[in-house]
């Protein structure tokens, strides 16, 4: 689905990505982790179109994206969930939804088709539209937020951080929207600070680090890593009798 090769990028004329080789395959959850400043958020910006790469490709399904606006890869299938607060709060939970359509305003039909699709899997669109979208707690929001994307019914989405400042029941209820995206046969590319929880959702596991990546395979082969485990869960989990990612 997505491929990344050799792709710098970054701010201000810096890199913070170093050559980064990543691949995504179609219809998988990839969770994204690592320490602060590895570069984790700068992929999904540079894929997303927010950031341009100074070197290296960035392919959907084959077809070079690098040169392509911000709008041209929305209308390619990618959309992005911002980390956080990326709501309109004056605005209400319907309106804040069908701006997720913008693209298509001109198509009513089509609109509301997929604005009662996403109703069908976020009740909260259905039972309470015209709440303003400031009242919403802060898992409810991250649900609008990932709804939103879902309006132009994407081949990509892209999270970052999902799951950042909300209470248990709410990550539950993230995780799960997540990973019904993927039974309707969309990719997952996310970015996970709650590393057990990422890697309990994904298919494939990648850590970063300086603009690199350090390790990729399996979730259990990375959460059994013994150097993995110590720096990012406190110690190791259960042994699996899986090979070792590779490096």
Known sequence: MLTLSGVFAGYGGGNVLQGLDLE???????????PNGAGKSTVLKAVSGLIKATAGSIELEGRMINSLSCKE??????????????????MTIRENILMGGYLLRRDRSLLKKRYDAVAE?????????DEKAGNLSGGQRRMIEIGRSLMLDPKLVLLDEPSLGLEPKAVAQVSGLIQLQREQGRTI???????????????H???MESGKIRLEGSPAELLDHPEIADLYLGGRME?????????
């Open 239 to 247: 042994k699996s009798a899986g090979p070792s990612p590779a490096t």
């Open 189 to 203: 590319l996310l970015v996970e600070q709650n590393v057990r929880l990422g890697f309990k959702m994904a298919t």
């Open 121 to 129: 899997i976020i009740p909260l669109l259905a039972e309470r539209p």
């Open 24 to 34: 995504v395959g179609n219809g998988s959850i990839t969770c994204v982790v690592g």
């Open 73 to 90: 890869i929305l209308s390619a299938g990618i959309v992005q969930v911002p980390q956080q607060d990326a709501l309109f709060p004056s």
């Open 205 to 207: 596991g990648v850590i």
